[in-house]
Protein backbone atom coordinates (compact mmCIF):
# COMPACT_ATOMS: atom_id res chain seq x y z
CA UNK A 1 0.00 0.00 0.00
CA UNK A 2 1.16 3.44 -1.26
CA UNK A 3 1.04 6.31 1.26
CA UNK A 4 2.14 9.72 1.25
CA UNK A 5 3.49 11.87 3.86
CA UNK A 6 2.74 15.30 3.80
CA UNK A 7 6.78 16.50 3.82
CA UNK A 8 10.10 16.64 2.26
CA UNK A 9 11.80 15.97 5.23
CA UNK A 10 13.49 12.75 4.27
CA UNK A 11 14.36 11.76 7.99
CA UNK A 12 11.14 11.74 8.91
CA UNK A 13 10.39 9.89 5.80
CA UNK A 14 12.58 7.20 6.50
CA UNK A 15 11.90 6.86 10.25
CA UNK A 16 8.12 6.18 9.43
CA UNK A 17 9.44 4.09 6.68
CA UNK A 18 11.15 2.17 8.94
CA UNK A 19 8.40 1.59 11.86
CA UNK A 20 6.28 0.23 8.92
CA UNK A 21 6.41 -3.27 6.98
CA UNK A 22 6.60 -4.32 3.97
CA UNK A 23 2.99 -4.21 3.02
CA UNK A 24 3.81 -0.26 3.15
CA UNK A 25 5.65 2.07 0.88
CA UNK A 26 6.20 5.62 2.11
CA UNK A 27 6.43 8.42 -0.33
CA UNK A 28 7.05 11.88 0.06
CA UNK A 29 5.95 14.93 -1.64
CA UNK A 30 8.69 15.46 -4.13
CA UNK A 31 8.02 11.43 -5.09
CA UNK A 32 4.85 12.64 -6.23
CA UNK A 33 5.84 15.71 -7.96
CA UNK A 34 4.48 18.13 -5.70
CA UNK A 35 6.11 20.92 -5.46
CA UNK A 36 3.50 23.57 -4.01
CA UNK A 37 2.79 24.93 -0.78
CA UNK A 38 -0.14 23.12 0.62
CA UNK A 39 -2.39 24.87 1.71
CA UNK A 40 -3.12 25.51 6.01
CA UNK A 41 -6.29 27.99 6.26
CA UNK A 42 -7.75 26.75 9.10
CA UNK A 43 -7.83 28.15 12.85
CA UNK A 44 -7.54 24.76 14.68
CA UNK A 45 -4.86 21.91 14.11
CA UNK A 46 -7.41 19.31 13.07
CA UNK A 47 -8.74 21.65 10.46
CA UNK A 48 -4.79 22.42 8.84
CA UNK A 49 -4.03 18.43 9.52
CA UNK A 50 -7.04 17.61 7.43
CA UNK A 51 -6.94 20.71 4.65
CA UNK A 52 -3.46 19.09 3.65
CA UNK A 53 -4.33 15.65 3.46
CA UNK A 54 -7.42 15.93 1.78
CA UNK A 55 -5.76 18.59 -0.35
CA UNK A 56 -3.10 15.73 -1.49
CA UNK A 57 -5.95 13.00 -1.71
CA UNK A 58 -7.96 14.72 -4.15
CA UNK A 59 -5.80 16.34 -6.17
CA UNK A 60 -2.48 13.79 -6.30
CA UNK A 61 -5.09 10.93 -5.71
CA UNK A 62 -3.19 9.44 -2.88
CA UNK A 63 -3.97 7.93 0.17
CA UNK A 64 -1.86 9.80 2.68
CA UNK A 65 -1.07 11.66 5.87
CA UNK A 66 -0.27 15.47 7.09
CA UNK A 67 0.74 16.07 10.61
CA UNK A 68 0.38 19.84 12.53
CA UNK A 69 1.79 20.87 16.05
CA UNK A 70 1.22 23.74 17.81
CA UNK A 71 2.02 24.68 21.35
CA UNK A 72 -1.11 25.84 23.43
CA UNK A 73 -0.67 27.85 26.56
CA UNK A 74 -2.99 27.41 29.37
CA UNK A 75 -2.97 31.32 30.82
CA UNK A 76 -3.26 32.75 27.11
CA UNK A 77 -6.67 30.61 26.30
CA UNK A 78 -4.41 28.17 24.04
CA UNK A 79 -1.93 30.83 22.23
CA UNK A 80 -0.15 30.19 19.90
CA UNK A 81 -1.77 27.34 18.81
CA UNK A 82 -2.03 26.69 15.19
CA UNK A 83 -0.77 30.53 14.59
CA UNK A 84 2.80 28.72 16.04
CA UNK A 85 5.47 28.77 13.63
CA UNK A 86 4.36 32.47 13.14
CA UNK A 87 3.55 33.90 15.94
CA UNK A 88 5.84 36.83 16.16
CA UNK A 89 5.04 37.21 12.25
CA UNK A 90 5.47 35.88 8.57
CA UNK A 91 9.43 34.87 9.36
CA UNK A 92 8.40 32.44 11.29
CA UNK A 93 11.47 33.50 13.26
CA UNK A 94 11.71 30.63 16.78
CA UNK A 95 13.52 33.89 18.44
CA UNK A 96 10.88 36.04 18.23
CA UNK A 97 8.36 33.77 18.57
CA UNK A 98 10.02 32.73 22.19
CA UNK A 99 10.48 36.80 22.65
CA UNK A 100 6.90 37.30 22.27
CA UNK A 101 5.86 34.26 24.56
CA UNK A 102 8.21 34.89 27.26
CA UNK A 103 6.73 38.84 27.10
CA UNK A 104 3.29 37.80 27.37
CA UNK A 105 4.36 35.44 30.20
CA UNK A 106 6.02 38.20 32.23
CA UNK A 107 3.24 38.87 34.34
CA UNK A 108 1.62 35.21 33.97
CA UNK A 109 2.21 33.17 36.78
CA UNK A 110 0.15 30.02 35.67
CA UNK A 111 2.85 28.33 33.36
CA UNK A 112 0.69 25.41 32.35
CA UNK A 113 0.95 24.24 28.71
CA UNK A 114 1.50 21.55 26.04
CA UNK A 115 2.64 20.73 22.82
CA UNK A 116 -0.34 19.12 20.46
CA UNK A 117 0.41 17.14 17.32
CA UNK A 118 -2.86 15.91 15.30
CA UNK A 119 -2.52 13.85 12.22
CA UNK A 120 -5.12 12.81 9.97
CA UNK A 121 -5.21 10.02 7.68
CA UNK A 122 -7.24 9.98 4.54
CA UNK A 123 -7.59 6.47 2.74
CA UNK A 124 -9.97 6.13 0.03
CA UNK A 125 -11.50 9.49 0.94
CA UNK A 126 -12.10 8.13 4.94
CA UNK A 127 -10.20 10.11 7.26
CA UNK A 128 -8.71 9.28 10.61
CA UNK A 129 -7.26 11.49 13.43
CA UNK A 130 -4.87 10.47 15.45
CA UNK A 131 -3.16 13.18 18.96
CA UNK A 132 -0.03 13.56 20.65
CA UNK A 133 0.09 15.69 23.59
CA UNK A 134 3.31 16.50 25.88
CA UNK A 135 2.31 18.05 28.60
CA UNK A 136 4.40 21.09 30.18
CA UNK A 137 5.30 24.39 31.48
CA UNK A 138 6.68 27.42 30.15
CA UNK A 139 10.06 28.49 31.38
CA UNK A 140 10.97 32.38 32.20
CA UNK A 141 14.07 32.19 30.12
CA UNK A 142 15.35 29.90 27.40
CA UNK A 143 17.01 26.87 28.00
CA UNK A 144 19.71 24.38 26.04
CA UNK A 145 20.65 24.33 22.54
CA UNK A 146 19.00 21.29 21.10
CA UNK A 147 15.54 20.79 19.39
CA UNK A 148 13.93 23.50 16.89
CA UNK A 149 10.88 25.74 17.55
CA UNK A 150 9.99 26.86 21.40
CA UNK A 151 12.18 23.71 22.58
CA UNK A 152 14.41 25.77 25.09
CA UNK A 153 11.63 27.36 26.68
CA UNK A 154 9.16 24.61 27.16
CA UNK A 155 10.22 22.32 30.48
CA UNK A 156 8.28 19.00 29.62
CA UNK A 157 6.39 17.88 32.91
CA UNK A 158 8.41 15.38 35.12
CA UNK A 159 11.81 16.51 33.96
CA UNK A 160 14.22 19.40 35.45
CA UNK A 161 15.44 20.05 31.62
CA UNK A 162 13.87 22.06 28.82
CA UNK A 163 12.87 19.92 25.43
CA UNK A 164 16.36 21.46 23.79
CA UNK A 165 18.14 20.40 26.80
CA UNK A 166 17.26 16.91 26.41
CA UNK A 167 19.01 14.59 24.37
CA UNK A 168 17.10 13.84 21.32
CA UNK A 169 16.16 10.62 21.38
CA UNK A 170 14.68 11.33 24.86
CA UNK A 171 12.82 14.25 23.69
CA UNK A 172 11.25 12.38 20.34
CA UNK A 173 10.38 8.93 23.37
CA UNK A 174 8.08 11.71 25.10
CA UNK A 175 7.45 13.84 22.72
CA UNK A 176 3.70 14.97 21.64
CA UNK A 177 4.89 13.96 17.66
CA UNK A 178 5.96 10.39 18.29
CA UNK A 179 3.17 9.70 20.53
CA UNK A 180 0.74 10.64 17.41
CA UNK A 181 2.71 9.05 14.95
CA UNK A 182 3.04 5.70 17.47
CA UNK A 183 -0.46 5.64 17.57
CA UNK A 184 -1.18 5.89 13.56
CA UNK A 185 1.82 3.32 13.07
CA UNK A 186 0.15 1.18 15.06
CA UNK A 187 -3.60 1.60 13.93
CA UNK A 188 -1.79 0.43 10.21
CA UNK A 189 -0.01 -2.51 11.42
CA UNK A 190 -3.32 -3.16 13.39
CA UNK A 191 -0.98 -3.98 16.41
CA UNK A 192 -1.21 -2.27 19.96
CA UNK A 193 0.53 1.04 20.52
CA UNK A 194 4.17 0.41 19.30
CA UNK A 195 6.43 1.11 22.40
CA UNK A 196 8.20 4.63 22.81
CA UNK A 197 11.39 3.79 21.96
CA UNK A 198 10.92 2.19 18.57
CA UNK A 199 10.53 5.65 16.92
CA UNK A 200 12.93 8.74 17.34
CA UNK A 201 11.25 11.07 15.17
P1 LIG B 1 4.57 21.99 12.51
O1 LIG B 1 3.08 21.84 12.40
O2 LIG B 1 5.26 20.70 12.83
O3 LIG B 1 5.16 22.71 11.33
O4 LIG B 1 4.84 22.92 13.79
C1 LIG B 1 4.38 24.26 13.85
C2 LIG B 1 5.25 25.07 14.78
O5 LIG B 1 5.12 24.60 16.12
C3 LIG B 1 6.75 25.00 14.48
O6 LIG B 1 7.13 25.95 13.55
C4 LIG B 1 7.36 25.27 15.84
O7 LIG B 1 7.39 26.65 16.10
C5 LIG B 1 6.37 24.64 16.78
N1 LIG B 1 6.76 23.25 17.12
C6 LIG B 1 6.25 22.11 16.58
N2 LIG B 1 6.80 21.03 17.13
C7 LIG B 1 7.69 21.50 18.04
C8 LIG B 1 8.59 20.85 18.93
O8 LIG B 1 8.70 19.61 19.02
N3 LIG B 1 9.33 21.67 19.71
C9 LIG B 1 9.26 23.03 19.66
N4 LIG B 1 8.46 23.67 18.84
C10 LIG B 1 7.67 22.91 18.03
Known amino acids: MELVF ?19 RVLGLADIGCTEELPEEGET ?3 NASQKAFHLFHRYGYDCF ?14 PGVYSARYAGPGKDSGENM ?3 LQKMAEINNRR ?21 AE ?26 SFAELPAAEKNRISHRGKAFRKMVAYLLGEPEIPADTITM
Do not use: Q, W
Request: aromatic fraction near 8%.
Open 66 to 79: ADDTGLEVEALGGE
Open 136 to 161: GEILTSGRGSGGFGYDPVFRPAGYDL
Open 113 to 133: ARFRTVISLVRGGEELLFEGI
Open 45 to 47: LEA
Open 6 to 24: ATNNRHKLAEIAGMLDSRF
Open 99 to 101: ALL
